[in-house]
């Protein structure tokens, strides 16, 4: 029997004729797992299917062991073991943090006030925003609303928690806390985030998966990822000829990403970011030479 | 993980958590709480004297009908905007409409506390014998009357609030529909003579009143139509209109609900037909002279 919490089975799905995720087989077990991939590489799109918050053009999606296209109970059933956090929020105007809580509880299908109450606190104070209860969502910060919604999607400790870029608006201490409070979810279930930021996912991610185009590009662990990179960043006093990218670090020393290393150039150990943009660059080149 | 998931898991009672939820947002919306106000002032002052209360069945059907339409456009529009931000909810759009329709029980309590007062001052305060009722014209009619275009009224505003939340859901949407309503029940009044038998399609219309006659411009006169099959009409609306709003979500099957509608489309159909042919079918005329 399959342990994955997701599946999603020859899963596609276009707009129109435009193809926002092309056919994708995929298993999401347990563990923190990170989705990269630049601006319209379909990342939300996956996220919105595993969310069951839109339809797929072809395949079968499970959640939980619930065939989400199959039928509307099923959909209902898999809700049930899933929080999700999408990309923008709007809240409902007027609401407490407390009130909105409440209500979402509720379409959550919370009915006991009493353990509904104590889940609302509990996720508040998950999301250091205990002390904000009371009040109202137009009166916090970016951040804290941030938080906010980040909190209905952890209530009831869910089996799947789906984040699109969770990390968004957050100052580092924020972010540090939602890596914790991640770490803790993943021992017993599926996190499944998107990102733009790679030190998130280097420094939280089981495993990681690079979208572009709608389709998988890389899909492993975070070592197997920085493994790809390995021999192909140099520090030096001069930029690689022909390096992907390169910058002066702060100790006055050039290190480059790509290219042909120079002769005082020394190899360092590459990192999430430095893999993702060899990645790309690599996909990048193939197009070329296959036009 | 799930660890109290085992908490939350009674479907049956997941309508009625989500009902009384809705049932105390409406009560504590704003626009209800001034229309509301609004209302009880109008019970503050005398009854008219030729028409005692049920000349103030415009206190209760823009107060809590009017205001009723702003206050459910707003509920549904939060209710969705609570949905989207927690992006899927195991509550469907479906329930959440009918939860919503649950909480009509507020404008309609209101209403009948509205109408309790209503009959109460209209045996403290009897009208004159030159307003209403007269003639055929009896009490029972005018206690129809003031159910229908007060308490009915009062719940027929919110739920074409929660249609036009569900199906127009842009900020200002409700404002608009609330004039639009007022402007067509103004037309609708049977002040011109074509519209007589027409003006009860519309949902809010008189049926005695000062209207006039050559030469007596307050003489009270009684419209044509029963409003017993009136306020069955109203009802049927009603219903159609809280079926219409759960037909937008699209994710369920639309089909029983589409056969619904048109059981419900055809039944208001026939009470609308019942209420212009039943009643009288001419315009009677207070004998006694307005005196104003």
């Known amino acids: 029997m399959s342990t994955a919490t997701a599946v999603l089975d020859g899963v596609s799905k276009s707009y129109g004729r435009t193809a926002a995720l092309r056919t994708t087989d995929l298993e999401l077990g347990y563990g923190v797992i990170g989705l990269l991939g630049p601006n319209g590489a379909g ?6 299917l595993v969310a069951t918050s839109l339809p797929p053009t072809t395949g079968r999606i499970l959640v939980a062991g619930h065939e989400v296209t199959a039928s509307m109970a099923a959909r209902t059933a898999a809700r049930r073991c899933l929080g999700y956090l999408p990309q923008e929020v709007v809240f409902p105007r007027g609401m407490t943090a407390f009130s909105f809580l409440d209500y979402v509880a509720v379409l959550k299908e919370w009915q006991s006030a009493d353990s509904r109450h104590r889940e609302v606190l509990r996720v508040l104070e998950l999301v250091k925003l205990g002390d904000r209860a009371t009040k109202r969502i137009a009166k916090l910060s970016g951040g804290q609303r941030r938080r906010l919604a980040l909190a209905q999607s952890l209530m009831g400790s869910p089996d799947l928690v789906v984040l699109d870029e969770p990390t968004t608006g957050l100052d580092p201490e924020q972010r540090a806390s939602l890596c914790g409070i991640l770490s803790g979810l993943a021992g017993t279930g599926t996190v499944l985030l998107s990102t733009h930021q790679t030190e998130d996912v280097a420094a939280l991610c089981d495993r990681v998966i690079v979208l572009d185009d709608g389709a998988i590009r890389f899909d492993g662990t975070v070592v197997d990822l920085i493994a790809t990179a390995r021999g192909r960043v140099h520090v030096a006093s001069l930029a690689n000829p022909g390096a992907l990218n390169s910058w002066r670090t702060g100790t006055g020393a050039v290190r480059s990403v790509g290219g042909q290393p120079g002769i005082d150039a020394d190899a360092v150990e590459p990192t999430v970011e430095d893999a993702y943009l060899l990645l790309r660059a690599a996909r990048q080149d193939n197009e070329g030479a296959n036009r | 993980m799930s660890a109290i998931h085992t908490e939350r898991r009674q479907p049956d009672a997941r309508l009625a958590t989500l009902a009384r939820k809705d049932i105390l947002r409406y009560l504590r919306h704003p626009a209800f709480l001034i229309g509301a106000a609004l209302t009880v002032a109008s019970c503050l002052f005398r009854p008219d004297e030729q028409f005692s209360s049920a000349l103030q069945v415009i206190a209760p059907a823009a107060g809590l009908g009017l205001f009723g339409m702003i206050v459910m456009a707003s509920l549904t529009r939060s209710s969705d905007a609570a949905a989207a931000a927690a992006g899927t909810v195991s509550t469907s759009q479906r329930t959440r409409t009918l939860a919503l329709g649950c909480a009509l029980v507020v404008p309609f309590a209101a209403g009948l506390v509205w109408f309790a007062w209503a009959v109460w001052a209209y045996n403290h305060w009897p009208a004159a014998p030159q307003g209403a ?6 009490d029972t009619y005018m206690y129809a009357t003031m159910f229908d275009l007060g308490v009915l009224a009062a719940v027929g505003g919110p739920v074409v609030g929660l249609v036009i939340g569900r199906w127009l859901p842009r900020r200002g949407a409700a404002p608009i529909a609330v004039v639009v309503m007022v402007l067509v029940t103004i037309v609708m009044q049977g002040i011109f003579e074509p519209l007589r038998y ?12 000062p209207f006039g006659t050559d030469g ?10 029963s409003p017993y099959w009136y306020g069955a009409y109203l009802v049927a609306l009603c219903t159609f209109g809280v079926l219409f709003a759960m037909l937008r979500d699209e994710e369920h099957s639309r089909h029983g609900l589409k056969r619904a509608l048109a059981v419900v489309g055809l039944v208001a159909v026939v009470f609308c037909t019942l209420a212009i042919t039943g009643g009288p079918q001419e315009v009677l005329v207070n004998p006694l002279p307005s005196g104003r």
């Open chain 1, 43 to 48: 990342k939300t799109t996956m996220l919105r």
């Open chain 2, 198 to 209: 027409l003006r009860l399609v519309a949902p809010w219309t008189y049926f005695v009143g």
């Open chain 2, 133 to 138: 009722p007269f003639g055929d014209i009896s």
């Open chain 2, 216 to 225: 007596d411009g307050d003489r009270t006169l009684a419209l044509t139509g």
